[in-house]
């Protein structure tokens, strides 16, 4: 598993950094070390690990076929009439055979579907090389700090625009929110150490780079971010306090289930207020700011969206259709509103399903895993901060930030179930 292990590490580090810096091939290094990984990991396989990775993805392992498998089938040849209008129009004009494909832009879809066997492998493998709590250690460092860098771009840039300028800032926000919730992660695996007679002097250390880690991204968070995302952040870290104060004062299943629903309940609260604070698709209720023009072109869009979607990552092709400035691009102003676009209601419900399994997994994980609780909680609350964040704006979407949260739910994942002696 060294390999494996090492190529991880490689396609965290090399896609979030070469993306933070603004070079266009640190998605495909990243690709490239996540197959790596993958053939390494399946060459060193061995019946415990098999056994191990069965139990993390009990809740459901036919989601990591699945995800790929509908973005294939948005490549396949089918009759017109289930293809998207630009094959029929196409047609018309040119000839051929009758087919064509759900998506409209062949090239930009076939990049989606890599980039999901990427995620997904990349998952899949952090399941099983952390399964010793010493390599789960070193990935959480890893992944603490990359994502507090990040946050660390943010705040730079904002207290002065001449530095930093070319960062992708929706990039730098979302793995700022995960930067956030992975250093509290930081600061109790301190607090765990110090509790369990490690060396004082160590745990100390640690706390303090995840004190520096948390306050960085906090500042780029609360202080330096919209609203929405400040939100979606402190839904995060109020899960992470649930999941404390539970473990921590031991509370009977009926006082642990009567936190959790007041919790939900004020969750719902401030939601119905946030969606019903501005009108339009509710898919564009919290995304950013957007001139009329925008907006109505996103809402033409979006009303013409079929239930299969115009093909997964296709967003910026399909977006030329209904801009009316011919030299202007349409952006996705949100994950979740390029999601839909790309995947339809059938992909959008898709996604918040396997958000909220991932979600409800690592949530019993985290109260049943013990004194290592702060892995699958910490994730947990990424995937929470992920969820709120994909509709407020569109930092999911980069190569970058989806592997950093495949690895987090994996390793989540992975230390839900394992024993921290585990090779």
């Known amino acids: 598993m060294s390999l494996a292990y090492f190529a991880l590490i490689v396609s965290i580090v090399s896609a979030s950094a070469l993306e933070i810096a603004g070079a266009t091939f640190g998605a495909q290094l990243g690709t490239m070390a996540a ?4 053939l ?14 069965v139990r993390a993805t009990s809740w459901g392992r036919w989601i990591l076929v699945a995800i790929p498998l509908c973005i294939a089938a948005q490549l396949a040849p089918l009759p017109l009439r289930f293809a998207h209008p630009i094959w029929a129009s196409a047609h018309e004009a040119i000839g051929g055979l009758s087919l064509g494909p759900i998506t409209a832009d062949i090239g930009l879809t076939v990049n989606a579907l890599l980039l999901a066997l990427a995620a997904i492998s990349l998952l899949g493998v952090a399941i ?3 399964r010793n709590r010493g390599r789960a250690e070193l990935v959480l460092f890893v992944l603490s700090g990359v994502t507090a860098v990040s ?3 943010l705040d730079l ?7 930093a ?3 992708p800032h929706d990039l730098t926000t979302s793995l700022a929110g995960l930067g956030l919730m992975l250093n509290l992660a930081v600061m109790q695996l301190a607090a765990e150490r110090a509790e369990t007679h490690h060396s004082v002097l160590r745990s100390v250390a640690i706390g303090l780079c995840g004190l520096v880690g948390a306050l960085v991204s906090a500042a780029a968070i609360f202080g330096l971010s919209g609203t929405n995302t400040a939100i979606a952040a402190a839904f995060g870290v109020v899960l992470i306090l649930l999941i404390l104060v539970i473990r921590r004062l031991d509370l009977s299943p009926l006082a642990a289930s009567a936190l959790s629903v007041a919790a939900l309940a004020g969750a719902a609260i401030v939601l119905t207020f946030l969606f019903e604070k501005s009108s339009g698709p509710i898919l564009l209720r919290l995304a950013p700011e957007m001139g009329a023009e925008t907006k109505a072109a996103l809402e033409r869009m979006l009303a013409d969206t079929r239930w299969f979607g115009a093909g997964a990552g296709s967003f910026a092709a399909v977006g030329r259709i209904y801009q009316s400035d011919a030299g202007a691009v349409l952006t996705a102003p949100s994950a979740a509103t390029s999601v839909f676009a790309g995947m339809g209601w059938v992909g959008l419900v898709a996604m918040i399903a396997v958000s909220l399994f991932a979600l409800v997994r690592l949530f019993f994980g985290a109260l049943q895993r013990g004194r290592d609780s702060f892995f699958p909680a910490s994730a947990a609350a990424c995937v ?3 969820l709120f964040q994909s509709f407020a704006g569109p930092g999911l979407l980069h190569p970058a930030a989806i592997l950093c949260l495949s690895v987090i739910v994996g390793l989540g994942l992975s230390q839900s179930v394992s024993q921290s002696g585990s090779r």
């Open 35 to 38: 197959a790596l990984s993958l």
């Open 40 to 53: 390494a990991a399946a060459s060193s396989t061995r019946k415990a690990d098999y056994e191990h990775y």
């Open 128 to 130: 099983l090389v952390v």
């Open 151 to 153: 946050a660390l771009m």
């Open 157 to 163: 840039h904002r207290l002065s625009p001449a530095l």
């Open 165 to 167: 300028a070319s960062v």
């Open 384 to 386: 929470l901060f992920a």
